[in-house]
């Protein structure tokens, strides 16, 4: 069965998080997702991926972590993730810790979709070298599920590298939460199938892509599961696609490529301007849930 989840920046000036996750639950959505930068560097030199000047909400941004224990606390049901966590920017002993932590307060109702981040300066701000990105997140995604699966958890690579350690709590989810990888390059489907439990591009508009190259999800999807089947994993790898807009044909066609969870982008803006377009995602999920 298809999933249906929203996904907004936290921004300091939008809707609540509490108020936000309430009303997501009310209207049956199955999950919502928070975005992160912990700052924007000034001098602005790394180009926004997205085209045109950097939106206000990338540097108004409540930490994700704080934001989601928030939205989890006020909620029941409704699952909390991280859309996305830039792993190259947290250390991997502390956001083991928090993400387990956060996992025991919702009742195990995490998902973490990681990322490694475009922005150059901002890494560098964090320690990291551009060119190095993805081996940190990779060292530090392996060395975090040590942390949650061992009483006396290690790590010895290039980029992480610690003697046993004790860390409580641990996660409600046996071997902790999905992790679900933002990217979309050829490396992308053997880093899943090595370190992590599901795919979770951004969604492009068919009109824009077309323009610009479009991403072949389908053909995503199949290079994921083989990949996965390669590597011996067990189970079925998760597909979850966000930044989807308020079209139902789309969103169908979504469905029939093999997404299990569509996540509807919502605007950080207040109540006002946010609650109307939730419900109409609402309806959306509803007619296709019962069409």
């Known amino acids: 069965m298809t999933e249906f989840g929203v996904l907004m920046f936290p921004a300091d000036y939008a809707i609540a998080p509490v108020q936000l996750a309430r009303a997501a639950e009310e209207r049956g959505f199955e999950s919502l997702f928070f975005p ?165 591009p951004i969604h492009q508009d068919p009109r824009r892509a077309a323009a610009q190259g479009a991403l072949d999800y389908a053909d995503g999807i199949d290079r994921v599961r083989a990949a996965w089947q390669a590597a011996g994993r067990a189970g079925e790898p998760d597909f979850s696609i966000f930044g989807v807009g308020p079209d139902v044909d789309r969103v169908r066609a979504l469905i029939g490529f093999g997404f299990n969870r569509i996540i509807f982008a919502l605007p950080p803006a207040d109540a006002d301007t946010v609650l109307p377009l939730m419900d109409r995602y609402a309806a959306i999920a509803h007619g296709i849930r019962n069409g």
Do not use: C
């Open 36 to 200: 992160e930068h912990t700052h924007i560097p000034a001098s602005r030199v790394t180009p926004w991926p997205g085209g045109a000047d950097l939106p206000t909400e990338y540097w108004h941004t409540h930490d994700p972590f704080v934001a989601l224990a928030a939205a989890a606390t006020a909620t029941r049901t409704l699952k909390v993730g991280t859309g996305i966590a830039l792993v190259t920017e947290r250390d991997p002993l502390l956001m083991a810790k928090q993400v387990a932590s956060l996992d025991m307060i919702s009742g195990g109702r995490v998902l973490l979709g990681v990322g490694a981040g475009w922005n150059v300066e901002e890494m560098a701000n964090h320690g990291v070298r551009f060119e190095n990105r993805w081996q940190v997140l990779r060292e530090r995604i392996l060395a975090m599920r040590e942390i949650w699966t061992q009483e006396a958890a290690e790590f010895h690579g290039e980029f992480v590298d610690f003697g046993p350690v004790w860390s409580y709590p641990k996660p409600v989810q046996p071997g902790g939460p999905k992790v679900l990888l933002g990217a979309s390059s050829r490396y992308t489907w053997r880093r899943i199938a090595e370190y992590a439990d599901g795919w979770f």
